[in-house]
């Protein structure tokens, strides 16, 4: 009876102690809740993409930069079965992205055929950046400039590189580095 006790007293002090553990291993950057766009539906960027290389765009609909939704999703295509995501989160920041979320998922979708997760329309610069937007900025030094920049995050959250709007996800260079990452 005494063995049965205390390994059940074992247990339980591991499991309470194991439980923070879990917990900070999601990297800062993700310790959001999100919106998915057009939708109510929230999610929680730790439990669904923490230990994933991941790719954050800003992105708008009536850009000069915006068939790149084309690029990344075929990015998105190729990689997500090798623990990556795109996660593009539209902005109004630039004066180039749709009022009506309805129509921004409606582009999306039927223009570029993104199936990647989009989440709400985000400021992404300035006093009004997003939270996540500030931290992507306080690692690289570098806000968006303009739609499409992108910022690739490691699986452990700790190393960010900033890539400028001209950077197209089809460049040789850029997928280059998404594959070291993901090799790492």
Known sequence: ?????MAAA???ALALTST??????CPSVLKFMKRKLNSQETVNLCDEYAGKTLLVVNTASYCGYTP???GLEALYSDYKDKNFAVLGFPSHDFNQEDNDEGKTAELCEL???VKFPMFEPTSV????????FRMLK???????SWNFNKYLIDASGQK???YPSSTKPTDAAFIADVEALLNE
């Not at 009876?1 to 006790?5: D, F, I, L, N, Y």
């Not at 923070?20 to 291993?25: D, G, I, S, T, V």
């Open 160 to 162: 960010i590189t900033h």
């Open 20 to 25: 923070p553990l879990l917990a900070n291993e």
């Open 10 to 12: 074992l247990f339980t």
């Open 125 to 132: 610069k300035g006093d009004d950046a997003d939270p996540m």
């Open 68 to 70: 790149q939704f084309e």
């Open 1 to 5: 009876m005494k063995v049965k006790g």
């Open 138 to 144: 306080a690692a690289t030094g570098k806000s968006p």
């Open 111 to 113: 223009t570029y055929g």
